[in-house]
Structure formats: C-alpha cells, structure tokens
C-alpha cells in the first residue's frame, strides 16, 4: 500500500493527539486520548483497504462486461486483437485505465498473449488472473476463442452470483456478531463498575498450601482496580481483533476484508470502555 497524503496527515493528527495525551499520564482521560489518536493514525489506512476491497469487486464486475463485450465481437466474426481494440472509448469504471493499456499494447503490435499478461499483472486481482489465463491459452492454441469466453465469461458470472448469494445469507451473521460483541462489552463494563470496586474492599488473602509433609503461608497481594481495568481492556482489545478477522472470513471469504471490521470492533471496545472510565466514576 501506497502512502499518500491522507496517510500522513493521520499519522500527524494522530501523533499530536498522542503528544497531547502525555499531558494528562495519570488521569482516566490519559487512555481515552491515546484510543483516539490511535483511531486518528489507523483510520487513513483502513480506509484505504476498505476503498480497495471495493475496488476490487467493482473490476471483477467490469470484467465481466468486458468480457461479454468481447463475446458478442469475436462471435461476429472480427479477431480477438482487433475486438480488443474496438474497445477502445467504453467505460470500465476503475477498470478502463487498464483496459485502455491494453489497448496501447495491442496497437503498438505487442502480442495479445503478452499485452493479457501484462494487464494480468497490472490488475492483480486471482479470479481476473485465472479468466485471462484461459483466454491466453485458448488464443495461443487456436481453438474457437469466442466459445472460450463465453465459458469464461459465465464461469465469472456464476461466481458473482454466488459471492452475492452467500453474502445475503450470512449478513444477518455479520449483524449478530457486531451486537454480540457490543453486549460483551456491556457485560465487561458491569464487571468494571459493579463487581471490581467489591473487590477493592478487600485486602491481602491468606493461603495455606499443604504439601506431603508440610506446609507453608503464603501472603497473596489483592489486585487493585486499575490492573483488572487494564486486563478488561486487553480482552476487548484481543476479542474485537480477532472477532473481526472471523466476521471478515464468513461474510466475504477474506481475512484481509476482516481488516476493516477488527478496527471498527477494536475503535468500538477502546472508545467506549476509555471514554466510560474517563467519565464515570465507579461506585465504592
């Protein structure tokens, strides 16, 4: 992934925020600060991956068209080369500047073999890489190319379908997940604010252990408030990360996509247990 000026400027803001934060070491405010200007320095690139996930889907789908359109010109009679070139103008969506490449290629007599490499590796997307694959095969053993991508042209769309199809069975899924983790969080805020101020009351705890033949006491120091609250915090932490990764691998078949629901989870759990603990003074 490229940086651009969005990234930078994220990681600017969210440095200055983190610089800022160390102003307030000590106060419940100090681990708010730090959750957003960490969100500040992560949300440029997460943006960025959620933009080229859709991206992605967008040229699987104008490829599909592509295809089709080159479909209709082979069977007509005209030379994959030239039907190639009579795309020339048409609008792939974030596709055309690769297809217009293609074209260039062509043009400037480079082999249809080597211009659908070249434009393979340009867009670098699997499903794509496989279709040009097959049609490249097909051309360089000169079979009948128009029946080729026909079949691949319905192979891809058979695929869609059923990305599309499995995607509306298991949203209700991904909408479970999300309201699962957000009463997890409840549940580890009532911990928070009910059960870990009980045990504040209580002080060193006397243990006696018995071996084979003798024993000892053993002097436990109670654990304050402060380090269960840091614990509760990395366990939201870890379970948001990861339950984002498992949402991201049901619903669209890629830990990468899970990406963007791990960040939204963790930003979620950070904001909302630091903000609490910032503002709410728990019960003694």
């Known amino acids: 992934m490229k940086l651009n000026k969005s990234h930078y400027l994220g990681i600017s803001l969210g440095i200055i925020i983190l610089i800022v934060s ?8 100090f681990y708010f600060l730090v959750g957003i200007g960490l969100f500040v320095m992560a949300a ?14 967008e040229k699987e789908e104008m490829f599909l068209s592509l295809t089709r359109d080159l479909v209709e010109s082979v069977n ?7 039907s190639i070139i009579n795309l020339r ?67 891809i769309s058979e695929m869609e379908k059923l990305t599309k ?32 101020p009980m045990l504040s009351v209580f002080g060193n705890v006397g243990g006696n ?18 380090e269960l609250s840091n614990a509760f915090l990395w366990l939201l932490i870890v379970q948001g990360f990861f339950a984002g990764l498992v949402i991201g691998k049901i619903s669209e078949g890629d830990l990468k996509a899970g990406i963007k629901h791990s960040f ?6 950070v904001l909302i247990f630091t903000g609490t603990n910032a503002f709410v003074t728990p019960a003694v």
């Open 264 to 269: 939204f989870l963790v930003v979620i759990s």
């Open 209 to 226: 252990i018995e071996g084979s033949g003798f024993s000892e006491m053993m002097s436990i120091s109670a654990i304050t408030p402060q």
């Open 89 to 155: 103008g048409r609008n792939y969506g974030s596709l055309t500047v690769n297809v217009e490449k293609l074209i260039n290629q062509i043009s400037l007599g480079i082999s249809v073999r080597e211009s659908l490499q070249n434009f393979a590796k340009e867009v670098h997307i699997v499903s794509i890489s496989r279709a040009v694959a097959t049609i490249k095969q097909a051309e360089e053993a000169g079979g009948d190319i128009g029946q080729i991508l026909e079949s691949v042209a319905k192979s």
């Open 22 to 29: 160390i102003l307030f070491y000590g106060n419940r405010v």
């Open 44 to 57: 440029p690139f997460v943006m960025s991956s959620v933009i080229e996930t859709e991206r992605t889907k």
């Open 76 to 82: 007509s009679g005209t030379p994959i080369s030239k």
């Open 165 to 196: 199809e499995r995607r509306a069975m298991i949203s209700n899924l991904v909408v479970q997940g999300y309201i699962i983790f957000l009463i997890f969080i409840v549940i580890i805020l009532v911990m928070q604010f009910k059960i870990v």
